[in-house]
């Protein structure tokens, strides 16, 4: 079922991760989550990827939480653990993805919705659409790591305003919080992903590697020094490679 639940599809360099249950919100049941987790991890090291888009299907939701009635049976506190635990681990597989992963925000991201939405690298959001932590609507709190990540975009005290007052954050606002990247306006979605990701299939996958390692490493809380020697690293291993000297070569012979 989670096969039918989650489309992919290959197109260039780009692959396109779809949440396939529009008329259900595309909720997020153990077995979509695990199946995430199954792609992501499988598409680590296909040759020349340069992103992942995640989206939902239809326009009205990304992604609206949990799946309620998939769920409704984790009622133990050593379940619940499990359960978080392994929803966790899907998003890090998409999280520490060594690629860049933009979400295209097409409709509302809710809840645990909304968490899948800030694992990923980007965000390019439709005008209409929000993103809302309203876990606290179903008295719980964020568990599947989107908490820190909420705080590590807009600070922990416009994380805690968002998460306590189950804030419904509309396109407009989360562009100037930093929780999206760009705009889509109404009928133009398709078009705005495009522009957007087009610079970044116009890079190298070494390059991409690097940028994204570097970036993660940030993440994670790296220390200082082993930043810098990541990116040291990335750095050297870009410069030696064919794909530096051929774009060297073609700025040298327009007189650069």
Not at 149 to 160: I, Y
């Given at each position: 079922m989670a096969d039918d639940d989650v489309r992919i599809e290959r197109a260039g360099r780009m692959l396109r991760v779809t949440l396939n249950r529009a008329d259900k919100h595309n909720p997020l049941s153990r077995a979509v989550l695990a199946r995430l987790r199954e792609i992501f991890t499988a598409a680590r090291d296909e040759p020349d990827l340069a992103c992942v888009v995640l989206r939902g299907a239809g326009d009205r939701y990304f992604a609206a939480g949990g799946d309620l009635r998939d769920l409704s049976n984790v009622r133990t506190g050593a379940d619940a653990r499990t359960?978080?635990?392994?929803?966790?681990a899907a998003l890090d597989a998409i999280r520490e993805?060594?690629?860049?992963?933009?979400?295209f925000v097409n409709g509302d991201a809710l809840g645990g919705g909304a968490e899948?939405?800030?694992?990923?690298?980007?965000?390019?959001?439709?005008?209409?659409?929000?993103?809302?932590?309203?876990?606290?609507?179903?008295?719980?709190t964020s568990g599947w790591g989107g908490g820190p990540d909420l705080a590590a975009l807009v600070g922990p005290a416009r994380a805690l305003r968002m998460?306590?007052?189950?804030?419904?954050?509309?396109?407009?606002?989360?562009?100037?919080?930093?929780?999206?990247?760009?705009?889509?306006?109404?009928g133009t979605g398709e078009a705005a992903l495009k522009d957007f990701i087009a610079p970044i299939l116009g890079q190298s996958a070494a390059v991409l590697r690097g940028f994204k390692a570097?970036?993660?490493a940030a993440r994670r809380g790296v220390p200082y020094e082993d930043r810098r020697r990541i990116e040291q690293e990335h750095f050297v291993a870009t410069w030696t490679h064919a794909d530096h000297w051929a774009a060297a070569e073609r700025?040298?012979?327009r007189g650069r």
């Amino acid at each position: 079922m989670a096969d039918d639940d989650v489309r992919i599809e290959r197109a260039g360099r780009m692959l396109r991760v779809t949440l396939n249950r529009a008329d259900k919100h595309n909720p997020l049941s153990r077995a979509v989550l695990a199946r995430l987790r199954e792609i992501f991890t499988a598409a680590r090291d296909e040759p020349d990827l340069a992103c992942v888009v995640l989206r939902g299907a239809g326009d009205r939701y990304f992604a609206a939480g949990g799946d309620l009635r998939d769920l409704s049976n984790v009622r133990t506190g050593a379940d619940a653990r499990t359960m978080a635990t392994e929803a966790r681990a899907a998003l890090d597989a998409i999280r520490e993805f060594p690629l860049p992963v933009v979400a295209f925000v097409n409709g509302d991201a809710l809840g645990g919705g909304a968490e899948l939405a800030l694992a990923c690298d980007l965000r390019v959001m439709r005008e209409g659409a929000h993103i809302g932590y309203i876990q606290g609507r179903l008295a719980i709190t964020s568990g599947w790591g989107g908490g820190p990540d909420l705080a590590a975009l807009v600070g922990p005290a416009r994380a805690l305003r968002m998460t306590a007052r189950c804030e419904l954050v509309a396109a407009t606002t989360a562009l100037k919080w930093g929780l999206a990247d760009a705009l889509a306006p109404d009928g133009t979605g398709e078009a705005a992903l495009k522009d957007f990701i087009a610079p970044i299939l116009g890079q190298s996958a070494a390059v991409l590697r690097g940028f994204k390692a570097i970036a993660l490493a940030a993440r994670r809380g790296v220390p200082y020094e082993d930043r810098r020697r990541i990116e040291q690293e990335h750095f050297v291993a870009t410069w030696t490679h064919a794909d530096h000297w051929a774009a060297a070569e073609r700025l040298l012979a327009r007189g650069r």
